[in-house]
């Protein structure tokens, strides 16, 4: 072979290659951008629910409703932790709210200053959150896994909500906005435990057709318990996995990211649309 028709065979080699390259990273990008937008609708739905649910029920005087979904919700006589309980369900409609608005791209692109307040905003709405569900299950019973395991996974998703929120600060300050994009998608994920909660168990149900590795009477088994800490956990090593995914240079690597993380959005669509249908729409 002449030396030209090396230098073109490489040509057309490194053309491919640079437009396979190409391809993996605009469908990363695009199974992200699922995954976003399966996610804020389903917030929203849930965020809607607290907020129509417990917000009516409060403005009706029917307190004791609460107790119909909370194991340990309205308890007469005890003041403070009555209005612990309402501030913290006020922070999570509010979190579910200023999170989504957080991550939409439009939004950080075109209004900037809307996206630093919102963040601050959110920031306190999660520690604010974080401390006030430490301070129910220390105070409170709790249904189900009311054990030193189950009430140490709440209480770790509670120590990153607020660590998470303390670096996505740190970094914004300093100006480091990579940086802070990734604790800050951090932080959506570890408030968001309680809905990934409610969203894997719905999922769980539907697949396996009823209550399996749990017992649906007293809500305790192994399948709740790994949940507990899964609610969190999980999502962040699939976020971790995102991020090296992204700085690859691997084609496969991209290829095989993007299609997991669709995948695993169908996945949450379906919770999604059991828990509405299931736990949510029927106090509506």
């Given amino acids: 072979m002449s030396a030209s028709a090396t230098a073109v065979a490489a040509h057309d080699l490194n053309t491919d290659e640079s437009r396979w390259k190409r391809r993996a990273a605009t469908a990363l990008r695009g199974a992200a951008a699922f995954w976003l937008t399966v996610a804020v609708l389903g917030q929203l739905l849930f965020a809607f629910y607290v907020a129509d649910f417990y917000g009516r029920t409060a403005v009706q005087g029917r307190w004791q409703a609460w107790n119909d979904v909370l194991s340990a919700g309205y308890i007469r006589g005890d003041s403070v932790g009555n209005s612990v309980l309402a501030a913290h369900l ?102 968001s435990g309680v809905w990934f909660f409610r969203v894997g168990l719905m999922f769980w149900l539907v697949v396996n057709h009823g209550p399996v590795g749990f017992d649906p009477k007293t809500f305790t088994g192994p399948f709740l318990t790994f949940l507990g800490f899964a609610q969190y956990l999980l999502p962040l090593a699939v976020l971790q996995l995102y991020f090296l995914a992204e700085r690859s240079k691997r084609v496969f690597g991209k290829l095989a990211m993007a299609g997991g993380l669709v995948m695993l959005t169908l996945m949450m669509g379906v919770g999604i649309a059991a828990a509405f249908a299931m736990m949510w729409l029927p106090h509506l």
């Fill in 90 to 191: 006020l922070c999570a409609v509010l979190v579910m709210l200023s999170g989504a608005a957080q991550l939409v791209p439009l939004v950080r692109r075109h209004w900037p200053r809307f996206h630093r307040w919102n963040g601050r905003f959110f920031l306190i709405s999660a520690v604010i959150a974080a401390l006030g569900g430490v301070y129910m299950i220390t105070t409170r019973h709790i249904v189900g896994d009311d054990t030193l395991l189950g009430r140490t996974s709440m209480t770790l998703d509670a120590l990153l909500i607020v660590a998470f929120a303390g670096l996505a600060l740190h970094y914004a300050r300093a100006r480091r906005f990579d940086v802070h994009r990734r604790w800050a998608l951090r932080l959506f994920l570890a408030v």
